[in-house]
């Protein structure tokens, strides 16, 4: 399948930051997380390591999905996890209970109307340094590790009197 190029480079996430998204998320075992612009996969695969939980990332670019998935052997997760090469604005991730973002603030925008579309009320969804727009973040955190410095959004998909609870599909 022919795909466009990668809408940013590749900037991996210090192990510190990963723990504090994993946090600010609240991730547990029952939990199904969806990073979006997945990269080497760590997100999803500390995820995995230290909740138990199951795990799905999406990039575009097939060499860090294949970073991603030879990660995910070496840390003995590869029955919990799945990297899928393929665009997250054409991409099914209905499923998630968790969705991580480290996207420019235009691309999450762009992403917004499907977030809001495919995910459930109570998803918790976090981004690494860029808002959505006009939507306002529940909560913000700033996060220093190292000489880094980064700050961490979480949103929660709202309930509404209309929404009806649906089983989600197993897939990732």
């Not at 809001?116 to 529940?138: A, C, H, N």
């Not at 980064?150 to 897939?171: A, D, I, N, Q, V």
Request: glycine letters at 8%; hydrophobic letters at 40%.
């Amino acid at each position: 399948m022919a795909l466009r190029k990668p809408d940013i480079g590749f900037i991996p996430t210090a192990l510190p930051i990963v723990e504090a998204i994993l946090a600010l998320a609240q991730v547990t075992a029952a939990d199904r997380v969806y990073d979006l612009g997945c990269g080497d996969g760590r997100i999803v695969i500390a995820a995995a390591q230290r909740f138990g939980c199951r795990g799905c990332g999406i990039d575009i670019d097939p060499v860090r999905i294949r970073e991603a998935r030879q990660a995910a052997q070496q840390a003995g997760v590869d029955t919990q996890v799945q990297f899928i090469q393929g665009d997250l604005y054409a991409a099914e991730f209905s499923a998630a209970t968790v969705v991580i973002l480290y996207l420019l603030p235009h691309l999450n925008a762009k992403l917004l109307p499907q977030l809001q579309q495919q995910l459930q009320p109570g998803t918790r969804v976090i981004s690494r340094d860029f808002t959505m727009g006009d939507w306002p973040p529940e909560r913000s955190q700033l996060i220093l590790a190292g000489e880094e410095e980064t700050t961490l959004y979480r949103w929660t998909m709202p309930f509404t009197s209309s929404t009806k609870l649906e089983s989600r599909s197993l897939g990732c």
